[in-house]
């Protein structure tokens, strides 16, 4: 099999190169899926500049989940899933064109599903499922604040949450992703090129508070979105994409959010919930397994539509990545073999 091999840590151009390898062998549990392409989540930039604690070290073949066919059964697993063209979740190994996971990180999608919209209801859309759906799900009228609204996990958060009748504020960068969240249907969209977005929420709010905030973020969001809550108010944070390179860079990201104070939590009656899809994944497999039907179903059922994508050649996987740290991308960043 072709396979993208992270060599190196550091910028994409030198990060990364293509090799052929023995395919890899399903065993028990497992299943052995050819892939027609994989999508790219924030983990892998993360990984790739050694940041990412869990990820291989080099060389490694790095990757959260593929879309394919499954060509072979490991012991243990339902028959039914033989030929069957699945969204995959993988604990690493997605950037080649043979990749082997647990059978419950599978979920089937008709074939008339495109490649780019059946990868944007893998990881990230796992994710968002179980951000909306388990981890603090919103009442009807609840205030919730996205970050990173437009991005691969955001745009289907936000619609999770206006399905649940929640009042969503997003914030998204730039003028085009701005755009495209009032086209999903959300009224207050938070341009934060435009200024401090914490005053913009606050305005939004009347200087009333919110009842969540999912942040994607962290660093100096951290301590601005903690003020933004009221009592009952709660914090998700699944990612941080504002952490830099290095010691200096993690402890940078670290000393910008501050101390958490856990008796002021309990007075103020408000949470604080950490969300690692990985680590759900290796403990509460029956959860990821949850998260993916739920997604799916979701889509198949027409209320939820991800978001435009971002498509590449396998063989401009460098470019797939430098456009997703950029910043700059909109819903799923897809990689086709």
């Known amino acids: 099999m072709n396979a993208w091999v992270l060599v190196r840590h550091g910028p994409t151009e030198r990060a990364f190169a293509l090799r052929e390898l023995p395919d890899p062998v399903a065993e028990r549990g497992q299943v052995l899926i050819r892939s027609e392409g994989f999508g790219l989540n924030y983990a892998d930039v993360m990984a790739r500049k050694g940041l990412y604690r869990e990820a291989p070290p080099p060389p490694c073949i790095i990757g959260y989940e593929a879309v394919g066919r499954v060509e ?33 990180a599978v979920v089937p999608i008709d074939d008339s599903v495109p490649l780019g919209t059946a990868c944007a209801l893998a990881t990230q859309g796992a994710t968002a499922w179980y951000l909306a759906m388990i981890a603090r799900p919103v009442r009807k009228g609840e205030h919730a604040v996205v970050h990173s609204a437009a991005g691969g996990v955001g745009n289907l958060l936000v619609q999770l949450l206006m399905h649940q009748g929640g009042e969503v504020i ?52 951290f301590k601005k979105d903690l003020a933004l809550l009221g009592a009952t108010g709660c914090l998700v944070l699944y990612g941080g994409a504002e952490r830099g390179s290095g010691t200096i860079g993690a402890l940078r990201f670290v000393l910008r959010m501050g101390v958490v104070i856990p008796i002021l939590l309990m007075m103020r009656h408000q949470s604080l919930i ?33 978001m435009a994508l971002s498509e590449f050649p396998s063989e401009q996987l460098p470019d797939a990545h430098t456009l997703l740290e950029s910043g700059r991308s909109m819903g799923k960043v897809v990689v086709r073999w």
């Not at 755009?179 to 606050?202: F, K, S, T, W």
């Not at 403990?283 to 998260?291: A, G, I, K, S, Y």
Request: aromatic letters at 6%; a positive charge.
């Open 72 to 104: 072979y059964c490991g012991d243990g697993v339902p028959a039914h899933l033989l030929g069957r063209r699945v969204v995959a979740i993988t604990r690493f190994g997605g950037y080649a064109e043979m990749a082997v996971t647990d059978h419950r």
């Open 274 to 306: 950490g969300v690692n899809m990985l680590r759900l994944g290796d403990v509460r497999p029956d959860l990821l397994e949850e998260c993916l039907h739920g997604i799916a179903k979701a889509h198949a059922d027409g209320w939820l539509r991800p």
């Open 170 to 221: 997003a914030m998204a960068n730039g003028a085009d992703k701005v755009r495209a969240l009032h086209e999903l249907g959300i009224r207050h969209v938070i341009d934060r090129a435009r200024g401090d977005y914490a005053e913009q929420v606050r305005t939004i709010l009347k200087n009333g508070r919110s009842q969540v905030v999912f942040n994607a973020v962290g660093g100096s969001t």
